[in-house]
């Protein structure tokens, strides 16, 4: 049974550039949710895509964009990178419908902003 | 003051000890309540899902939700070397899909 996989594992970039993370949700999942993870800190809710939509949306600015495709896989895109960015991306899957099923987590992109 | 507090340790207990981990939360609607072990360099991995008040076993791990108090604890009976990572808790007040408030995690090392 295929977990939540997400890449790039890593990526380095510069202030002002643009990045695209990619994540495939666990198999028979129709929902991903996006976190971002500061070192020391807990996960913050960035997004949550079901149907190809956003239908719910964290405390973040218009920089952080995603997409859900129709195999349910998603992406996150942010534009403008700044040095605050730097932090672990992770998706989360769950199948929309059942509300006593819990989110399962992939690794996450450790994003570096120089 | 945030929705979720946690203590972020770190917390050293010698190999065999039971392990306490705590979390207080300020929003009476949450319903729903997790907790993951999120080991150096990993994502979270799902421990425990609760929903509303009272005690649940797997195993080693028995998670409590106490909402009178709003507080949930995490016990680890016969704790190993492998228990040693990050411990946070999350809930959510709506359904298990809902976006999720996480602590900020304690840091739990056990020693051989």
């Known amino acids: 049974d295929a977990g939540v996989t997400q890449s790039p594992t890593h990526l380095i970039k510069t202030r002002g550039q643009q990045v695209t993370l990619r994540c495939s949700p666990k198999?028979?999942?129709?929902?991903v949710s996006w976190y971002q993870q500061a070192l020391g800190q807990g996960p913050q809710f960035i997004f949550q895509y079901y149907e190809e939509e956003e239908r719910q949306r964290g405390n973040f600015p218009d920089r952080f964009s995603g997409h859900q495709f129709p195999n349910y896989s998603s992406e996150l895109n942010v534009n403008a990178l700044l040095l605050g960015d730097s932090a672990l991306y992770l998706c989360a899957s769950s199948l929309m419908g059942l509300s006593n099923q819990p989110q399962h987590f992939g690794d996450g992109t450790r994003l570096s902003i120089l | 003051q945030k929705e979720v507090e946690q203590d972020p340790g770190p917390l050293s207990v010698p190999e065999g000890a039971i392990v306490s981990l705590n979390c207080t939360y300020s929003?009476?609607?949450?319903?729903?309540f997790m907790w993951y072990r999120q080991y150096s360099r990993k994502g979270p991995e799902l421990l425990m899902y609760?929903?509303?008040?009272g005690n649940k076993e797997d195993g080693r791990f028995t998670a409590q939700v106490d909402k009178s108090s709003k507080y949930i604890s995490l016990f680890i009976r016969d704790s190993q070397p492998s228990d040693s990572a990050t411990y946070l808790c999350?809930?959510?007040?709506?359904?298990?899909?809902?976006?999720?408030?996480f602590g900020t995690g304690t840091r739990l090392k056990v020693l051989a």
């Open positions: 999350a809930m959510t007040p709506t359904s298990g899909t809902y976006k999720y408030i």
């Open positions: 198999s028979g999942h129709d929902t």
């Open positions: 929003n009476s609607a949450f319903q729903y």
């Open positions: 609760t929903y509303s008040s």
